[in-house]
Nanobody
Framework: QVQLVESGGGLVQTGGSLRLSCTAS????????MGWFRQAPGKEREFVAA????????YYADSVKGRFTISRDNAKNTVYLQMNSLKPEDTAVYYC????????????????????WGQGTQVTVSS
């Protein structure tokens, strides 16, 4: 089992920044591919960013490319999402997720390929 706890969400103005953290406990974090997803009210949960167990490569949704950066610190069992130039459309609950791909292909955009999920943290961007 893996427990994932997100933190760092909050209310920010358009153009502002936030850094989300997701700390894992339980199963070996360093072998997990990690992803961030988000879900706005009335919408499906969507892929935001992902990072492999080694830290490279990283992947981003087109909507956040150039504004968000995903990173990880395996010594701290933590993955981060640095969010800059935030827009009102970034408002959502943000979830981190862990995928143990076992050396196989990491289907980073597919929710069903992730084995563990956090409870989410709210990000609200005011206009």
């Amino acid at each position: 089992q893996v427990q994932l706890v997100e933190s760092g969400g909050g209310l920010v103005q358009t153009g502002g920044s936030l850094r989300l953290s997701c700390t894992a406990s339980g199963r070996t974090f360093s072998s997990a591919n990690m992803g961030w997803f988000r879900q706005a009210p009335g919408k499906e949960r969507e892929f935001v960013a992902a990072i492999t167990w080694s830290g490279r490569p990283t992947y981003y949704a087109d909507s956040v490319k150039g504004r968000f950066t995903i990173s990880r610190d395996n010594a701290k069992n933590t993955v981060y999402l640095q969010m800059n130039s935030l827009k009102p459309e970034d408002t959502a609950v943000y979830y981190c997720a862990a995928a143990y791909s076992g050396g196989g292909i990491f289907y980073y955009t597919e929710r069903a390929k992730y084995h563990y999920w956090g409870q989410g943290t709210q990000v609200t961007v005011s206009s």
